[in-house]
């Protein structure tokens, strides 16, 4: 079993920026992927991005240019830096890990990201 603890969520104004951060209980050379997504109230959970063990990325469309994501390895913790935020980025944002020896993914407990003046 692996716990995500996920922190950095809150309220900021429009465009303006912050990181959230993830750290997996278990090695994170053991995870195959680790990704963010979220999920606003009355719609789906969706993608925003993924960073695989091999440190390939992949980010929503509706992300890019704006979100990074990242991993240091030494802190065994993945981050999702937002910047330009816009208040249809409200959501809450769950982080996502996967195994592919296991077939398993485990989801974090989610953070709130409210972007409102």
């Known amino acids: 079993q692996v716990q995500l603890v996920e922190s950095g969520g809150g309220l900021v104004q429009p465009g303006g920026s912050l990181r959230l951060s993830c750290a997996p209980s278990?090695?994170?050379?053991?995870?195959?992927?680790l990704g963010w997504y979220r999920q606003a109230p009355g719609k789906q959970r969706e993608l925003v991005a993924r960073i695989t063990s091999g440190g390939g990325t992949n980010y929503a469309d509706s992300v890019k240019g704006r979100f990074t994501i990242s991993r240091d390895n030494a802190k065994n913790t993945v981050y999702l830096q937002m910047n330009s935020l816009k208040p249809e980025d409200t959501a809450v944002y769950y982080c996502n890990a996967w195994i592919v020896i296991s077939k398993t993914e485990y989801w974090g407990q989610g953070t709130q990201v409210t972007v409102s003046s």
């Open positions: 278990t090695n994170i050379f053991s995870i195959t992927s």
